[in-house]
């Protein structure tokens, strides 16, 4: 028979952290917190199988189950010394969700179960604290009544119905403190939130306690496949097969007095990875009110060892324990029950990325973990290294903000990051906005964020919230965002319904500029001026001496493991020599991919002359301006690579980018001016642009179909490259070009560029007397050149895999106009990524797969890379690493991530 229900209690338990998928995160960790003398309330996990059946099955549980259930029930009962349902000695559970990884307030809980009108009465008794039992109670039938009987508020503009209910009757007994409410008080709320549900949702409150734990755990089970749960797994890659796991679990209480409370911790600091415990708690509450950010908790570090000097000794012993045993940061949610600390949850905490770098480093450098344990993809997700690239106020400039009266409040510094943009109240309004506006920053203001506004808070550039502790929902997710967040800024009045916020005297609308700094919790009123990152401060712009900056020192030390194990070498996609030099700074080992088109941007009407020109001599004449050009800015990007390779790539995208019908239109005097400089009429140069016009332009006229029509151009190129070339090597510096023949899919076309190519070497050799080392190789980016490998690569001297074009003619999905449909697609999960941004492994990753293994099989040293967008994927640069490609070329601030990525890939490989 399956086992679907795993014991925990009492030092003994079924399962172990190692069962993380059967038993979801919080389940095997419960398990393995008892295990290791920890003190853990007694209870027991229906496994993410009862998940997998129930939706497999109708929404209805496995027949066996409920025999299991009650065996465990009953294996509590013994252990806890209480009864569930019982009229004197009752037993109170919890039921909460764990999925494999987690997914902060993304899935429902349910704490007292177990309460009506009798039992209430015995754990008042029990107890001693009819208050507390009260209490207990009214959060019950709130919570049960929100999320199992589905009582929700009816728009955004309401409130929830049940904290309206509670504000009157706060209002009414005058108090500011729900914790402050009397028994008499509390006994009314009870009954009119089961009016409420019966009224508005039409259900009665059951007062059975079995049908009150089923009717949780299916809630729970239920909650797995809701918007918010579904969201948050399509961005962080969770299958939805996995399923959740539940715990039920005998409740501790937090609320029976001043000598209990509830909390959750964190071994370390998680927004910028600073030593030491610290976290939120509340005195005399239950934990959804930290987590739910409703009321503003206090400091562990700051007051707990005054206000409980032995409960906070116990914490502090509990988390060096947790660091030890699982050498890692632990996020740990506990109770404290007449003084003693029970601990309900312990995992490995989410951070930021700059946090992350920190803790790993200082993991390392405490003797915790080994270098390669470091670079781990869970600890230091290579994406978020990105974040130590963001931007940060400059002091100055917020130095004026204050002195020009600016500076509106300060709240929880959660995320770290500067963020300006206009103030948002509504999720919803931002996702929209952002739709249609997203070059305009927009930061999300709320008195606290749910899980409902995920979507809202991806769209936005900081989150700030008028409650809420930094372990809030939205500072946990904003954090793993990684965006700038400030929490519980309790000067703000947030005023829903007339759309303004209200802080420092001012009355801010919707639609206003807020600035907020995520690193020290402060609001500024209108625009404030960002600055670059420390670590660009250091390696880009050098105005930061490395001695000065510990997060710069950190990085270099964290990048120094990376370069050792990485196997992967790492380019850039760049252009100018300003982007090489960022790029070098950030790692790059040379360019994988010049886009020379782009160096055409600032000579337009050059490249315009040349388009229009009818005949081989007007079209050199136009090519003879350009030259010089060319060879200037190829001679700077090889001076900026000193010595490294680069690799520039010959022009490729249809002409009619540079000249069509929408330039004479804005230009008026443009077709007199081609005419006269191509000895033409402005009715021939006219005609040219008609005959420019393509319908589908990426299958055109573009690639190496532009040289082997007008081969002069790919020898004003080829002789730019090299004339280059040849002036830098005599400057003293070496010089590596690889020259890219874009688009070719048959060998002949190669072999005709490559022809031009090494003839005009030769011939820049032979007049300058200077010879040097170079390649001539190939895009790979439509699929017959994969399938014909084996032939080009006989010719060609490397690959690079130009994977945005390869997407393209694989999928059969224009890169242009992909955008009003992937989003639906993604929603519906017809597939998992954007394929632009992410390699479809499947599709485009088996052909790569069949270039490389062909190419190689004609050529085996044959050099590959790839130089489409996904270079700088870290799920791509993996698979890149797997196919066994030489290099990823990336942009510029993407070769940090890269090079990590790649690290982590050869550890994982290696293993
Ligand atoms: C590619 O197609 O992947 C590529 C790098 O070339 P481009 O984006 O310039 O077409
Ligand atoms: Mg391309």
Redesign the pocket.
């Known amino acids: 028979m399956t086992q679907y229900v795993y014991y925990f209690g009492d030092g003994v338990a079924d399962g172990d952290a190692t069962m993380k998928s059967l038993l979801g995160g919080k389940g095997a960790n419960l398990a393995e917190m008892v295990r290791i003398g920890l003190p853990v309330p007694a209870g027991f996990t229906l496994t993410t199988e009862v998940c997998t059946y129930y939706y497999a099955n109708n929404r209805t549980f496995p027949p066996e189950l409920k025999q299991q259930v009650l065996d465990a029930l009953h294996r509590v009962e013994k252990v806890m010394g209480a009864e569930f349902g019982s009229a004197t000695n009752p037993l109170l559970f919890s039921c909460r969700s764990g999925a494999r990884e987690s997914m902060p307030g993304m899935m429902d809980t349910v704490l007292n179960i177990g309460l009506n009108d009798t039992t209430v009465v015995a754990l008042a008794k029990q107890t001693g604290n009819e208050r507390s039992a009260w209490d207990s109670y009214r959060r019950f039938v709130q919570m049960y009544g929100d999320v199992v009987l589905e009582l929700k508020p009816k728009d955004k503009t309401e409130g929830d119905p049940f904290e309206v209910a509670l504000e009157h009757k706060r209002e009414h007994e005058g108090v500011t403190e729900d914790s402050a409410l009397s028994v008499k008080a509390l006994k009314e709320l009870v009954a009119e939130f089961k009016q409420l549900i019966k009224s508005r949702a039409g259900k009665d409150f059951p007062t059975d306690p079995m049908e009150q734990v089923w009717g949780a755990i299916g809630a729970v089970f239920g909650s797995w496949m809701n918007d918010r749960a579904m969201v948050y797994r399509r961005t962080y890659g969770i299958p939805h097969e996995w399923g959740t796991a539940a715990n039920v679990q005998a409740m501790v209480f937090g609320n029976l007095g001043d000598d209990c409370a509830t909390g959750v911790g964190l071994t370390r600091d998680c927004a910028l990875g600073t030593p030491g415990f610290c976290g939120d708690y509340l005195i005399n509450a239950q934990g959804e009110d930290v987590v739910a950010g409703i009321r503003t908790p206090k400091r562990i570090e700051e007051t707990l060892a005054s206000d409980m000097p032995e409960a906070y000794a116990q914490l502090n012993e509990i988390g060096k324990k947790l660091e030890k045993h699982y050498k890692e940061v632990q996020d740990i949610e506990f109770t404290i029950q007449r003084r003693k600390v029970y601990m309900l949850q312990t995992r490995n905490a989410k951070r930021t990325g700059f946090a992350a770098v920190r803790i790993a480093v200082d993991l390392v450098n405490e003797g915790l973990i080994s270098e390669t344990e470091a670079l781990q993809k869970r600890r230091i997700p290579a994406d978020d290294l990105a974040q130590l690239l963001q931007p940060i106020f400059d002091p100055a400039a917020k130095n004026v903000a204050t002195k020009e009266g600016r500076f509106l409040a300060k709240g929880i510094n959660a995320g770290p990051g500067a963020a300006s943009g206009i103030i948002c109240l509504f999720a919803d309004e931002a996702e929209k906005f952002h739709e249609k506006n997203p070059n305009i920053d927009i930061v999300l203001v709320r008195k606290e964020t749910s899980p409902e506004d995920l979507r809202g808070m991806k769209a936005a550039k900081g989150i700030l919230t008028a409650t809420g502790g930094a372990s809030s929902h939205a500072a946990l997710v904003s954090r793993q965002m990684g965006k700038a967040c400030i929490v519980g800024c309790s000067a703000l009045e947030v005023d829903y319904t007339n759309s303004t916020v209200k802080v420092a005297g001012k009355t801010l609308k919707a639609g206003d500029f807020i600035s907020m700094d995520g690193f020290t919790g402060e609001v500024f009123e209108g625009k404030v001026q960002t600055k670059p990152s420390e670590v660009i401060q250091v390696l880009v712009q050098k105005s930061l001496k490395p001695e000065e900056s510990e997060t710069y020192r950190r990085y270099s030390q964290l990048m120094g493991w990376v370069d050792k194990y990485r196997k992967l070498r790492v380019r850039t996609?760049a252009d100018t020599p300003g982007q090489a030099d960022e790029a070098v700074a950030f790692g790059a080992e040379g360019i994988g991919?010049c886009?020379t088109e782009h160096m055409f941007f600032d000579h337009l009407d050059e490249i315009r002359h040349m388009i229009v020109a009818e005949t081989k001599e007007t079209r050199e004449e136009a090519l003879a301006k350009l030259l010089p050009f060319q060879r200037a800015d190829f001679a700077g990007l090889f001076r900026s690579m000193n010595g490294r390779p680069v690799t520039i790539?010959l022009l490729?995208?249809p002409l009619h980018e540079f000249l069509s019908d929408r330039h004479l239109e804005e230009q008026p005097d443009l077709a007199e001016k081609l005419a006269s400089w191509t000895n033409s009429t402005v009715d021939a140069v006219k005609r040219r642009v008609g005959e420019l016009h393509e319908a589908n332009p990426m299958l055109g006229h573009r690639g190496c179909r532009l040289g082997i029509v007008y081969p002069e151009i790919t020898a004003m190129q080829a002789r730019a490259i090299f004339e280059a070339a040849v002036l830098v090597k005599k400057e003293g510096i070496n010089v590596v070009p690889e020259v890219m023949v874009?688009l070719a899919g048959f060998v002949t076309e190669f072999k005709h560029q490559e022809k031009i190519i090494r003839a005009t070497a030769e011939s820049v050799f032979s007049q300058t007397g200077v010879t040097l080392e170079y390649l001539v190789g190939t895009?790979i980016?439509v699929p017959r050149a994969a399938i014909r490998a084996d032939q080009i690569a006989k010719a060609a001297e490397f690959f690079?895999?130009?994977?945005?074009?390869?997407t393209?003619t694989t999928l059969a999905i224009s890169r242009d106009d992909y955008g009003p449909f992937i989003g639906f697609y993604r929603e519906n999960d017809i597939i998992g990524n954007d394929p632009f941004q992410t390699i479809d492994q499947e599709g485009v990753g088996d052909i790569m797969r069949i270039g490389v293994d062909r190419g190689r099989s004609s050529r085996p040293d044959l050099k590959i890379g790839i130089?489409?967008?996904h270079g700088g994927d870290p799920s791509s640069v993996m698979f890149c690493h797997d196919i066994g490609l030489n290099y990823v070329s990336c942009s510029p601030r993407r070769v940090p991530v890269a090079r990590l990525a790649a690290a982590q890939q050869a550890l994982a490989a290696g293993k």
């Open positions: 996609n991919l886009r790539r490729d995208p874009p895009m980016e690079s895999f130009g994977t945005n074009d390869l393209q130089c489409g967008e």
